[in-house]
């Protein structure tokens, strides 16, 4: 410096040197950060489609920009180092693009976003890549399922996510085949059948996410709310698809020979002998799936068992093992390490199948490696994943089924919970308190963000009532608090007791709704909470930019301070929402994405008495939304138009007909042909053509493309006329009425 400034003689012209210097120094940091930025996205640039591997996905923390697996990383946190939106600027996100996907069916998927590119599955099982800053199509897949499979969908033809592996998209279609496709153009490599009974027509779907385990892929199934399932996964090689190993969770027939593995052999004496094995067994794998890479293990949670009434026919049930468990299998072998059961004996439909969270947590003074779980039945499970030793568990939402946990972790059922001898109230319901939204944890502030279902419903044993078993409810049908109506029931269920005799006891408002809850691992509580929408909103996304975000059912993404719970944005996109956000960041723009479209469990939009949700007001237009900062605002959909039902044919049918058809309506149609707005056909509003139709659609499968499977393994012509003049029946009641 001193050779550089001799020459100047004054303190301002040195000043002014130095200056210089200094602006010259930043331009040159500044053209070094550019260039070190060009050269990152020209090595992504020149990246294979889906360059993910082992050691891609392990690092995941150091590459906040990608979403590289469902969760972001591989312990599925549903967090996001990204802190460019954070909680100064979040009012200022607006619209960047958006991808309509042609449905109006529900949407639970998280998009991957890998080098610029955002790939994303939609309803059956559809697959798409996308340029994730401009929203460009680059390649779609239709995987041509066998819509007869849509029949035993119990809550839609969803699809909740993919993975991404070496170059390859894979992804479950609703009908039971795993695809696997080129990343690079859509093309399929291979496929193959992972549902056993195909040809005996078993009620099995596929409608979550593989789990990538090493050198595997692996998939389990939906149908243990229907007569026939059993549960299982399935692990195949990822290159070829060659089958490597079966697990099944839930015992055969003991009758039939030896199980299939030595869990098995250990869970039959947890079954009632008299268990009514060909009606099902259920414990099916159909979301909640992880893997330890260090440890070597897949996690699954497995479901309700079949029939949940464990006390039929003068039965006393059993633990019935593994259904309603976390297990951990070996995933080299096949075999199981160690499992937990949530609930023993379940008869309340309280699955363990919701997502997992792997973390290391000091707990208690010591370093521990955990899986944690908000389970269906109103718990938050902290388990040692090695071992599966219980560390904690405490309600995060109103219980009403048990009174508590023993000394060993075994729950002890609430007397209060048992439907037995007349209908019970039961805290939670069906839905569970958490069901299939994802949660996400924030390690920084020791916090998990989960949107939490407050809802009770009432549980009537029907097999000795008129409208007996109930498809997919196994003859137990739960009735939301707010559909309790006892002389409307009456026909079905006889007499009913009032629902101000059934909430006696119960210390909590009995009226649906649904909570965002931070809930602090450590302290086992809760600490802070802001009311949603709604009893099904949507999945959680948190950030280090210190902000958790939802979507709800009113068509709004809404942003909240991970600390406190304040909300700092609440950004009408005109689609009700399900599916958890994500956030990305391409060339130097950070952006937040969500599938919207309402569906699945809610697969209700609104009635004659409900217009609140996005989905009634705009028509349930399935769209992927993206936003960034100073976007301007985003679109809305045309208003959903409101015809006047068309005039329905004549009334031709007996009183006898007719109570018939309502008992088979009951029993095969009613949970998903809801009479109100819906994302399926309200068949009170048919038109003509579809009225003239009905037959060759109900027994004969002429909409099974559109996932309207054959009933003609269940109802003969004449069960189809009865239900069709109920239909009828249904529809001249609403146009009497004056009913839009």
């Known amino acids: 410096m001193h050779i550089l400034t001799k020459n100047f003689s004054s303190r301002t012209s040195t000043s002014r040197w130095r200056l210089t210097l200094f602006l010259l120094a930043v331009a040159a940091l500044g053209t070094g950060l550019a260039a070190c930025a060009k050269r990152q996205a020209a090595t992504a640039a020149l990246r294979p489609a889906a360059a993910v591997d082992v050691a891609r996905l392990a690092a995941a923390p150091t590459e906040p920009n990608n979403w590289l697996a469902a969760g972001r990383d591989a312990n599925g946190s549903y967090f996001s180092p990204l802190q460019d939106v954070n909680v100064d600027n979040v009012g200022r996100l607006g619209f960047a693009w958006q991808y309509r996907l042609g449905t109006n069916r529900g949407l639970e998927a998280t998009p991957l976003v890998i080098d610029g590119v955002m790939y994303a599955s939609s309803n059956f099982g559809r697959v798409y890549a996308l340029d994730a800053v401009t929203g460009a199509e680059l390649w779609k897949y239709d995987p041509q399922i066998d819509g007869q499979w849509g029949r035993y969908a119990c809550c839609d033809a969803v699809n909740r996510g993919i993975v991404a592996f070496e170059g390859r998209i894979y992804v479950g279609a609703l009908d039971g085949w795993l695809h696997a496709l080129d990343a690079s153009t859509g093309k399929l490599i291979w496929k193959i059948d992972t549902l056993i009974g195909r ?62 593995a030595p869990h098995l052999e250990s869970a039959v004496s947890s079954w009632d002998p008299r268990h009514p094995w060909t009606a099902g067994i259920g414990g099916n794998v159909w979301d909640g799936m992880s893997y330890d890479p260090k440890l070597g293990l897949v996690y699954i ?51 363990s199948t919701q997502k997992f969270v792997l973390a290391d947590l000091d707990l208690a003074g010591q370093r521990r490696q955990v899986i944690m779980q908000a389970a269906k039945n109103g718990y938050y499970y902290v388990l040692d994943r090695q071992t599966g030793e219980l560390l904690s568990a405490q309600n995060y939402a109103y219980v009403s089924w048990t009174r ?60 000795k009532r008129r409208a007996g078993l109930v498809e997919g409810q196994y003859s137990t049908p739960a009735i939301s608090v707010e559909d309790y109506d006892p002389a409307a029931l009456k026909g079905l269920y006889g007499q009913l007791p009032p629902l101000s005799k059934l909430v006696k006891g119960k210390n909590t408002d009995t009226h649906s709704r649904g909570v965002l809850r931070a809930w602090s691992v450590a302290e086992h509580k809760i600490k802070w909470e802001a009311p949603t929408a709604s009893s099904w909103d949507g999945g959680v996304l948190a950030t280090a930019g210190g902000l958790v975000f939802q979507g709800d059912a009113n068509g709004y993404l809404n942003g909240y301070a991970s600390d406190t719970g304040k909300q700092l944005a609440h950004i009408n996109l005109g689609s009700s929402m399900m599916a958890a956000p994500i956030t990305y960041k391409v060339g130097g723009v950070q952006y937040v994405a969500i599938m ?15 217009h609140a949700s996005a989905a009634y007001r705009y028509g349930n237009d399935g769209r992927i939304i993206v936003l960034k900062l100073d976007g301007v605002p985003p679109p809305l959909p045309p208003p959903a138009a409101e015809p006047r039902p068309p005039a329905p044919p004549a009334r031709a049918a007996s009183a006898a007909e007719l109570s018939q058809g309502e008992v088979l309506y009951s029993r095969y149609c009613a949970r998903c042909h809801v009479f109100g707005r819906s994302v399926l056909p309200d068949l009170r509003r048919l038109d003509p053509k579809t009225h003239a139709m009905f037959d060759s659609i109900v027994l004969g499968g002429a909409y099974r493309a559109k996932g309207m499977g054959s009933f003609d393994d269940v109802l003969s012509p004449s069960d189809a006329n009865a239900v069709h003049a109920y239909v009828i029946d249904k529809a001249w009641q609403l146009k009497e009425s004056g009913s839009k």
Do not use: C
Request: proline share 6%; hydrophobic share 35%; glycine share 14%.
């Open 199 to 260: 040809a005996a027509r078993k009620p099995f779907t596929l409608t979550g996410a593989p789990v990538l385990a090493g050198d595997k892929i692996i998939v389990g199934n939906g149908g243990g709310d229907f007569a026939g399932a059993r549960g299982y996964v399935t692990a195949y090689d990822l290159k070829t698809g060659a089958q490597r190993w079966r697990f099944f969770t839930v015992p055969h027939d003991p009758q039939e020979g030896p199980q299939e």
């Open 596 to 610: 919207a479209g309402y569906g699945g469990g809610a697969i209700i939009v609104g009635d004659e008495l409900d």
């Open 404 to 463: 508590g946990l023993d000394a060993k972790g075994r729950s002890i059922a609430d007397p209060s919970a048992d439907y037995d001898h007349e209908p019970a109230l039961v805290f939670p319901s069906e839905s569970g308190a958490h069901n299939w939204q994802p949660m996400a944890f924030d390690a920084s502030r020791g916090l998990t963000f989960i949107p939490v279902i407050e809802a009770g419903n009432v549980i009537v044993e029907t097999s």
């Open 301 to 351: 949670g497995t479901a309700n068992a079949g029939p949940y009434n464990s006390h039929l026919d003068g039965r006393h049930g059993g633990d019935e093992l593994y259904a309603a468990s976390i297990i951990a299998i070996r995933a080299d072998s096949g075999v199981m390490a160690w499992y937990y059961q949530t609930v023993p004996g379940d008869r309340w439909d309280y699955d």
